[in-house]
């Protein structure tokens, strides 16, 4: 089934192209992007049931663009009446754009150019099997409280099991001179967390879900339950690492990160316009293995950060960031990618209608190559599987990068030994660790149960992955 259209954005789009007539009056250059949208959250534990609105995911409003043949200005706001529509042409007109005027001495106004405005008229919807709203709190509860009494009686060392699911439905407009664009989108998120003790000694595992659908998910979050219960187990006989640089295999949530934390922000390109990306300097230049070949795009992939088209209106696109461990270009927004006068690859994001426009990441991973997994764990002569990638920080100006996973199995003689090691602290020096990989699995997969924020604010849905890959990484 295809997600429907929203009712409120029907009713107001007559309202909201009658504003833009009168916007293109003014100005060379006008857009509207309208937003309605729903996200709730599910959560079961012993410590009880939460069922909540989703704040960061919810809301109805809009946003204004418009050019006056030098610079842009954006005006935001929630309500539209056809008695309103002169009160907001007026309010750009005589408070918004007139505050070039009073800028500080020591600051200057860039000028740009006029945003290309082809013409796209589109309406698309995204698919899904059970819409979460149709299922019902009450059935979500049913099945979350399910999975959460089945991992708390796996064994009697489990303390508790959370199972969490979240969605958004949501809905976006964008209309300017020559564009009329329309999509509806429904994602879901789930994830299954246990805890576990012996003693003093409390250990924790946990697997996420996600999908570009509905409610289906919580099948799959079924089968896992028992996986999850049973490594969490296996933790409680971890033993720390001995730090050192170790031969290892990264499970595709680990490359995940990886590519998300390592060099995903390091080629955000409104961070070359600041000057704080290494990444500037080394396009056309191998950053990586041969074997590497990276992607990221909402038309990249099928999950929780595809869309038709970004927050400016630029169409979705698949950018290959990456090619063959050649560093070919970055990812960019409109108004970055006219101050470094190249194209804008559709990664324009807004965190909700009342925020600025960034360089955002959404389905970025590492291509499948052609080795089976079991060759390589046969070739590690002493080494680990690490799993179960827990959280990263970036540095894209000095290309340094430090990530949490939870769990590393040790590997001696290309086979398992049963040896569990946590938690695990990577580090290193990006170049050098991804022109390390000499092995790269011929599947890949990825999640997007994770946010991706600009520093520390500015949260948008963002999905990672690849396949399995070796390399040499600095452990602790």
Avoid at 106 to 135: A, R, T
Avoid at 379 to 408: C, H, R, T
Wanted: proline letters at 3%; aromatic letters at 8%; glycine letters at 10%.
């Amino acid at each position: 089934m295809k997600v429907k259209s929203s009712q409120y954005i029907k009713q107001v789009k007559p309202l909201l192209k009658s504003l833009l007539d009168e916007l293109l009056k003014e100005y060379s250059y006008a857009s509207i992007l309208a937003t309605d949208s729903k996200g709730k959250i599910y959560s079961v534990s012993k410590r009880g049931t939460v069922i909540s609105e989703d704040d960061l995911l919810s809301g109805r409003g809009f946003v204004i663009k418009v050019y006056d043949g030098k610079s842009y200005g954006e005006y935001s706001f929630n309500e539209i009446s056809e008695g309103t529509i002169q009160t907001i042409v007026n309010k750009i007109k005589d408070s918004l754009m007139p505050i070039k005027n009073y800028l500080p001495n020591n600051i200057s106004e860039s000028e740009y150019e006029k945003l290309d405005d082809e013409s796209l008229h589109v309406l698309e919807s995204s698919d899904f099997e059970q819409n979460p709203e149709e299922l019902g709190d009450e059935r979500i509860v049913e099945l979350l409280t399910k999975l959460s009494l089945e991992g708390r009686s796996f064994d009697e060392k489990i303390l508790d099991c959370t199972a969490n699911c979240r969605f958004q439905q949501y809905h976006k407009l964008f209309l300017s001179c020559n564009k009329d664009m329309e999509q509806n989108v429904l994602w879901t998120t789930g994830s299954l967390v246990v805890m576990a003790s012996r003693g003093e000694e409390i250990k924790y595992n946990f697997k996420g879900y996600s999908g570009l659908g509905g409610t289906e998910l919580l099948v799959a979050m079924e089968h896992g339950i028992k996986e999850v219960a049973s490594t969490t187990l296996e933790l409680l006989d971890s033993e720390p690492m001995k730090p050192g640089e170790y031969d290892c295999i990264c499970t595709p949530e680990v490359t995940g990160m990886i590519v998300h934390e390592a060099f995903g922000h390091g080629v955000e390109m409104d961070m070359f316009v600041k000057k704080r990306a290494l990444a500037e300097k080394y396009i056309g230049e191998y950053v990586a293995s041969p074997l590497i070949t990276m992607h990221d795009g909402a038309a990249a992939a099928k999950e929780t950060a595809t869309y038709l088209f970004d927050d400016e209106g630029v169409p979705a696109q698949d950018t290959i960031v990456i090619e063959k461990g050649i560093l070919k270009r970055g990812i960019s927004d409109s108004q970055s990618a006219m101050y470094l006068n190249t194209k804008p690859t559709g990664n324009g994001r807004r965190e909700s209608y009342e925020r600025k426009a960034y360089t955002r990441m959404t389905n970025t991973y590492f291509e499948a190559g052609t080795d089976k997994l079991e060759e390589m764990i046969a070739s590690i002569e002493y080494g680990f599987l690490l799993e179960n990638a827990n959280s990263g920080m970036e540095d894209p100006k000095n290309w340094g990068i430090q990530a949490m996973v939870n769990i590393a199995r040790e590997i001696k003689d290309g086979k398992f030994t049963g040896k569990i090691f946590s938690p695990i602290v990577l580090t290193g020096y990006v170049p050098d660790l991804l022109k390390s990989i000499s092995m790269v699995s011929d599947k890949l997969e990825l999640g997007g149960g994770g946010f991706c924020g600009k520093g520390y604010k500015e949260w948008v849905k963002v999905s990672d992955g690849g396949p399995y890959i070796k390399a040499k990484i600095r452990l602790g």
